[in-house]
């Protein structure tokens, strides 16, 4: 929103008027008051036109067509830009996405409401929401996950602003997230989550995707006197983010009589690795001589296509490889693939080892 503009700063000025504490000119003085007065009725009416909001919607307003005229970065510069370089924001136009829709029409009723999902404060937070008809280009939106019906906006804490604010501990928790991340089998991290030691220990799925910072969640020149608190990022660290992926696995590789151990281990993820069902992680491992030939190449792949074979959280894995050869190279390489029937080289390394013998 840009700062509201008084014309009357453009008459000429005497060095009184421009000078605090000046009183010499009558004449001066009075265009220093009406400066003032104007410049406070014009932060008054930037104030008043944001609070008229918090008057109750009329009845039959369609919430949902609420996001074409109402824009939340005006207030939330902040939050508003991290959610724009975020996967929700590109949930719906990314091409990854279009591409497998296109492929697989049947699987529209599935995943479109998710990509582009009406209040899932009105299907409730154990139900999948419903897609939506309009404005679908912007995906998982502010309007998407804070509003109610009435345009009430829910979030981890009640505070002031232009709109109707509810506190709500929902948000806090796994349940914010359960509507598009906890539905059957194919997409359901929050049933994994619940078994894991995360649980336990009261690490939640905001922790590792929204990591906490500590900010005013209001930036809004009218508003300079916001407190600062521990808010979260919403970044929504996930699939598409390389270090955030490299983060979530260890690989660990040893030789010893003749044998190549490799270790895989879901170090560092609070659901099943991968998250989705069709997604990948495939273990490469290569043995060569001593002249760079390869003698045994072997391969494994986490997934959920025919049986669930993934990582549960905190699970180590070993595999075992007879070496065919006296002395050589072991080489191993993680691999994270968005499809599992992609090749190898569309997908993101996550880590590599390599061990002679």
Excluded at 2 to 22: D, F, K, N, Q, Y
Excluded at 40 to 45: D, K, N, R, V, Y
Excluded at 114 to 136: D, Q, T, V
């Amino acid at each position: 929103m840009l700062r509201p503009r008084c014309e009357i700063t453009r008459w000429p000025m005497s060095s009184s008027v421009r000078r605090p504490g000046a009183t010499s000119g009558i004449k001066g003085d009075g265009r220093h008051w009406l400066w003032k007065g104007c410049f406070m009725l014009a932060i008054g009416a930037a104030i008043g036109s944001l609070c008229a909001q918090r008057a109750p919607l009329a009845q039959g307003v369609d919430v949902e067509r609420l996001r074409e005229v109402i824009r939340c970065d005006d207030c939330h510069r902040e939050i508003a830009r991290e959610w724009r370089a975020s996967g929700h924001a590109r949930a719906w136009t990314n091409p990854t996405y279009r591409a497998f829709i296109a492929e697989n029409p049947t699987s529209e009723e599935t995943c479109l409401p998710c990509h582009a999902p009406k209040l899932i404060l009105s299907a409730g937070l154990s139900a999948m929401p419903e897609l939506r008809a309009a404005a679908r280009e912007r995906g998982v939106d502010c309007i998407a996950c804070h509003a109610d019906r009435d345009f009430v906006m829910h979030g981890p804490f009640q505070t002031r602003a232009p709109h109707k604010t509810q506190k709500d501990e929902r948000y806090r928790s796994v349940r914010a997230c359960l509507p598009c991340h906890g539905q059957g089998r194919w997409f359901n991290q929050v049933d994994d989550w619940k078994t894991s030691r995360y649980a336990r220990l009261g690490i939640t799925c905001q922790t590792c995707h929204m990591p906490g910072i500590e900010r005013p969640s209001v930036q809004h020149w009218a508003l300079p006197d916001m407190p600062k608190r521990v808010t979260r990022r919403h970044t929504f660290l996930g699939s598409r983010d390389r270090d955030f992926v490299r983060s979530a696995a260890s690989l660990q590789m040893r030789v010893e009589n003749r044998l190549a151990i490799v270790s895989v281990t879901n170090s560092a993820t609070g659901h099943a690795l991968p998250g989705a069902g069709w997604r990948a992680v495939v273990l490469d491992v290569v043995v060569e001589d001593g002249r760079g030939n390869v003698t045994l190449h072997r391969r494994h792949s986490f997934d959920l296509d025919v049986h669930d074979n993934r990582l549960k959280p905190g699970e180590r894995r070993d595999f075992r490889y007879a070496l065919p050869v006296e002395t050589g190279l072991v080489k191993a390489k993680l691999i994270y693939k968005l499809f599992y029937e992609w090749p190898d080289d569309k997908g993101m390394v996550m880590a590599t080892r390599e061990i002679r013998f």
